[in-house]
């Protein structure tokens, strides 16, 4: 490939003073001596990369193609872009030479090691499918990588990945084959991803890494993640701004995974006077913590209130404040003798590092007002500090009994995730407060049913009035008895009313129609499928994976074992499950039965699949969840055979 000719003339290097000439013939060898400042290992992996987007082996690769080749570099795609155009390195026809783009490479380290430090700034980049610009916050990319080296560090696994320089751009590349993100999701929600199904070979092929990256996807949605936008490939071609959001997403629902009354019961001693249990459950993580951090600065006789992590923490003070009830031994000089920002920003961190505690924020990105990295802050001064006394035994049995009553919860988180997977407006995080309007329900019935909703009958955001409201789930009911769903005594204000049991089972019927209307436009026949549809094609896939199990219906206590859908993942794919990980027998624990149906959702989503059920979903034996999970399945075979 390299003895091909560019158009393009001589071009000298500033690093080591290297003459490229385009017009030449280089040969590898010549490679290797002209571009000293690269290993060996470098040169061989780019003109790889290279050779398999030179299309016509003409040496000549177009712009649009560049995004991977950029990633494995370690240097942003745009920058690239820009030094290319600066030095003149690109041919007539919008392509540019391997010798080209070794250049412009190589000038952009020289910028950076003859150009002096400077804080980490907002990078842009582009999206090469339709060239639009997107930010990336370095500060933020320096903090996430940090977290990553600090919670894997110990991965064998990982072994040669780690620790990864926060300064530069590897972390994208670090994620292309899907094992650090899928690791990462298991340290903040342990236990999601069954490792078994990970393809974990140093080289990967891209079918692997497919794999690998559809288990990240399908897990980051089940825990709550918004990656509508994001597919494997996405992750594998390293696309900057989506990879940093979705390591955001996973390292903010790790950390405030404790920030709720029923891990930590001391935080009803934040409640105010009045105001009800229910009420106090309903807040999300960061108005939690801020009533938190306030419940600690009333104490401290600090005289504001802080309603955010931008503005009203960027001074320090505040910050302090907190410190001085969380570790007062530590308080010893005050913040207002400390004119500067950045000073008093220091103090505050040199004693949360005191506290062991001092990660996410600098001094810079705390007196800036990073609104991530400061709440990344206070959630991990919580879990190790929560300096909330412990309820006595009369107190914990005072609780309201909800608050442990776990009944209908599992269903409702499996709904509420369902619904964001819809990529509705906007996202749901109480399943039954934010449907209260009837306007999520409305977005989705128009997914399900598209172009069911006529919207002009539809009071519009923000609706305040509960009139209105009521209105609108009205219509939603209406809706709901046109598709045949059993609704009998619901009413509108049921859902607006935040009735649990009744809310419950309208959004169940909702899904259970997705999935159905999913069969139905993948059927041959168009017709409508049926639960004994979906256990037919069950036991039939099954049997065609060369398998014995069968199950008569959705509800067959079988099911408890996890090794008839496992079988029916073989029947898909011959070859995905590896039977010797397997528990089998007539007597299975529910420990090993947990395990089987861990390793079966894990499977489920490395095809492709997006699975919320639990294993303890399976191993329970609930239909609902296995009617779902047995209907994705079939949605996803039949997919694949059009």
Request: proline share 3%.
């Amino acid at each position: 490939m390299l003895s091909k000719t560019s158009p393009r003339s001589s071009v000298t290097t500033r690093i080591g003073q290297i003459h490229i000439d385009q017009g030449s013939n280089a040969t590898l060898p010549d490679i290797y001596q002209q571009f000293p400042m690269f290993t060996t290992a470098e040169l061989d992996g780019y003109q790889s990369q290279f050779a398999t987007l030179d299309k016509g082996n003409r040496n000549a690769v177009r712009l649009s193609d560049l995004q991977i080749l950029a990633t494995t570099t370690g240097e942003a795609l745009q920058s690239i872009v820009l030094k290319l155009n600066q030095l003149n390195l690109t041919n007539h026809d919008g392509t540019l030479s391997f010798e080209s783009f070794l250049t412009a490479v190589a000038e952009l380290r020289g910028d950076k090691s003859l150009s002096p430090t400077k804080g980490p700034k907002a990078v842009l980049h582009t999206q090469t499918s339709d060239n639009s610009m997107h930010t990336i916050n370095e500060d933020e990319k320096q903090s996430f990588v940090e977290h990553i080296n600090q919670v894997l560090a110990n991965d064998v696994d990982l072994e040669g990945k780690l620790p990864i320089d926060a300064r530069s751009m590897n972390i994208f590349p670090a994620c292309q084959d899907g094992l650090l993100l899928a690791k990462l999701i298991n340290v903040s929600v342990p236990g999601t991803i069954d490792e078994r199904v990970l393809n974990m070979s140093r080289k990967l092929n891209t079918f692997q890494m497919t794999e690998n990256n559809n288990v990240v996807v399908n897990s980051a949605k089940a825990i709550g993640c918004s990656v509508v936008n994001i597919g494997a490939q996405d992750l594998i071609e390293g696309r900057e701004h989506l990879i940093l959001g979705l390591i955001w997403q996973i390292i903010k629902i790790g950390l405030q995974a404790k920030i709720d009354i029923k891990q930590h019961p001391e935080l009803f001693r934040l409640l105010e006077k009045g105001e009800k249990l229910e009420d106090f459950m309903k807040r999300g993580a960061e108005q939690t913590l801020c009533r938190w951090l306030n419940f600690h600065l009333e104490k401290a006789g600090f005289p504001k209130k802080v309603t955010n992590f931008t503005n009203d923490v960027k001074d320090g003070e505040a910050y302090y404040a907190l410190l001085s009830q969380l570790a007062p031994n530590l308080c010893v000089k005050s913040p207002h003798t400390l004119a500067d920002p950045l000073d008093r920003a220091d103090l505050v961190l040199s004693i949360a590092g005191k506290m062991g505690c001092r990660k996410y924020l600098t001094a810079k990105t705390l007196v800036e007002g990073n609104a991530k990295l400061n709440f990344a802050f206070v959630a991990n001064l919580f879990n190790k500090f929560p300096g909330l006394e412990t309820l006595s035994d009369a107190e914990m049995t005072n609780l309201d009994d909800s608050l442990f009553n776990s009944e209908g919860s599992r269903e409702a988180r499996v709904l509420s995730l369902w619904l964001n997977s819809l990529n509705l407006e906007p996202f749901v995080n109480d399943l039954f407060d934010d449907l209260r309007d009837g306007l999520i329900l409305l977005q989705a019935i128009d997914r399900v049913r598209p172009g069911s909703v006529n919207w002009r009958k539809v009071n519009k955001a923000p609706v305040t009035s509960k009139f209105k409201k009521v209105e609108n789930t009205n219509y939603v009911v209406l809706l709901g008895k046109s598709m045949k769903f059993t609704l009998v005594g619901i009413q509108g204000s049921d859902i607006t009313d935040g009735q649990r049991t009744l809310t419950l089972g309208l959004v169940w019927q909702l899904m259970r129609e997705h999935v159905i209307q999913t069969l139905k436009k993948l059927s041959h026949s168009g017709k409508d499928i049926s639960e004994k549809d979906m256990v037919d094609w069950a036991n039939d896939t099954v049997r065609r994976g060369g398998k014995t199990t069968s199950i008569s219906q959705l509800r067959d206590l079988s099911l408890r074992s996890g090794l008839f859908l496992l079988d029916l993942l073989n029947g898909i794919r011959k070859g995905a499950v590896n039977y010797e990980l397997v528990s089998c027998g007539t007597e299975i624990t529910d420990e090993a039965a947990k395990m089987n149906a861990k390793y079966a959702i894990s499977i489920a989503r490395k095809l492709g699949a997006t699975i919320f059920v639990l294993p303890e979903d399976i191993v329970e034996v609930r239909p609902k969840m296995i009617l779902t999970f047995v209907g994705t399945l079939m949605a996803l075979d039949q997919s694949s055979r059009f």
